[in-house]
């Protein structure tokens, strides 16, 4: 099969890229995800369902987490853990899908970058949305 489009990643930002892709009824979007597949909320596993934290869902070895390991450097002596979500849902799905809004210097530099479409005033009505669904 052929598509217009591929996403590749069901997280937060996968999912909203390919919803709104796939608006355009001419447009073919497939999106992917490497986590197991749930086809509906009755089999969606008990420790991701509620949306709360939950230590099973990013153990190391946790069939929804990549278990990705920072290593170290010269300020940080340690390995760093750190729980990336591997399920439709993305890293939202197992950290309680918390979602926290960056301050504006940030949205401001990136436009500052030569996209004015990321600064803050522009982007706040979107995030407004945000906090609705």
């Given at each position: 099969?052929?598509y217009d489009?591929?996403v590749?990643?069901?997280?937060?930002a996968?999912c909203?890229?390919a919803a709104?892709?796939?608006e355009?009824l001419?447009r073919?979007?497939?999106?992917?995800?490497?986590?197991?597949d749930y086809?509906?909320?009755?089999?969606?596993?008990?420790d991701?369902?509620?949306g709360?934290?939950?230590?099973l869902?990013?153990?190391h070895?946790a069939?929804?987490?990549?278990?990705?390991?920072?290593?170290?450097?010269?300020d940080r002596?340690?390995?760093m853990?750190a729980?990336?979500g591997?399920?439709?849902?993305?890293t939202?799905?197992i950290?309680?899908?918390?979602?926290?809004?960056?301050?504006?210097?940030d949205?401001?530099?990136?436009?500052?970058?030569g996209n004015?479409?990321w600064?803050?005033?522009?982007l706040?009505?979107?995030?407004?949305?945000?906090?609705?669904?």
């Amino acid at each position: 099969m052929k598509y217009d489009v591929i996403v590749v990643g069901a997280g937060s930002a996968g999912c909203a890229m390919a919803a709104r892709l796939s608006e355009d009824l001419e447009r073919s979007v497939l999106l992917l995800e490497a986590g197991p597949d749930y086809p509906d909320i009755d089999t969606y596993p008990e420790d991701l369902k509620n949306g709360y934290y939950s230590e099973l869902a990013s153990l190391h070895d946790a069939p929804h987490n990549w278990s990705f390991v920072g290593k170290p450097t010269d300020d940080r002596p340690n390995d760093m853990y750190a729980p990336r979500g591997k399920v439709v849902g993305g890293t939202s799905a197992i950290n309680g899908q918390v979602f926290l809004r960056g301050v504006p210097e940030d949205y401001d530099s990136w436009a500052a970058e030569g996209n004015d479409e990321w600064e803050y005033v522009k982007l706040l009505p979107f995030c407004v949305g945000w906090r609705r669904t």
